[in-house]
């Protein structure tokens, strides 16, 4: 069990560009989560996946975000056309729900986000 | 919409002494609670988690309670020392995390 992996760990971009992140789960856990944390808040939901089927999306996700899990392993998070405001540190999780109430999830180190 | 408050913001304390985090969380439709640490610019770990049919959970000197009528979780930390200097954060898990602000200790040595 090598935990929760997220490339890059640091990644600086003009505003304007593309970027895009990668999540490695744990292996055996088919639910994966990507949040957003900004200076001093706690982290916000973004998106999950159950399998490679992607099952919620926050408001937060503008039509700039998208992510995807092709074939139910590792996850990409894409933003197009980055604005400072997507300035953050963003956070995958990954979870193997054996039951509503013995859920937990596991972070990985993140990826720190800073638009120029 | 769940909004999860964490009371006090920042804390300080001298090594030795215990420690209370506050967390409060407006429903109680949960499955279940989770403190996490954070150390700074890193990710988060996990300390402990309560399911929702449960009242406390324990785990060496830390010590998590839930009281979920009432929307409320804390966090003891027993004989604090340098190293739990951190960031904790609560979160509840109605299928995803709704997180709290965070609590920032600092434990002097």
């Known amino acids: 069990d090598t935990g929760v992996s997220q490339d890059p760990r640091h990644k600086i971009t003009k505003r304007g560009q593309n970027v895009t992140f990668r999540c490695d789960p744990i292996s055996e856990h088919n639910r994966l989560y990507w949040y957003r944390q900004t200076l001093g808040q706690g982290p916000e939901f973004l998106t999950y996946f159950q399998n490679e089927a992607q099952l919620e999306k926050s408001r937060l996700l503008s039509d700039r975000f998208s992510a995807e899990r092709p074939k139910g392993s590792f996850s990409t998070l894409e933003i197009q056309r980055t604005e400072q405001g997507d300035s953050a540190m963003y956070l995958c999780?990954?979870?193997?729900?054996?039951?509503?109430?013995?859920?937990?999830?596991?972070f990985g180190p993140g990826t720190r986000l800073t638009v120029t | 919409k769940q909004e999860v408050t964490q009371i006090p913001a920042a804390l300080s304390v001298p090594e030795g002494e215990n420690l209370v985090l506050n967390c409060s969380f407006t429903?109680?439709?949960?499955?279940?609670l989770q403190w996490f640490r954070q150390d700074p610019g890193k990710g988060l770990t996990s300390l402990l988690l309560i399911q929702s049919s449960q009242r406390e959970q324990t785990s060496g000197r830390l010590n998590a309670s839930l009281d979920k009528s009432s929307g409320r979780s804390t966090l003891y930390i027993a004989a604090s020392q340098p190293g739990d200097s951190a960031t904790y954060l609560c979160?509840?898990?109605?299928?995803?995390?709704?997180f709290g602000a965070g609590t920032t200790v600092t434990v002097r040595a």
């Open positions: 979160a509840v898990n109605d299928y995803k995390l709704s």
């Open positions: 999780a990954s979870s193997f729900p054996r039951g509503k109430g013995s859920d937990e999830q596991y």
């Open positions: 429903d109680s439709a949960i499955y279940n």
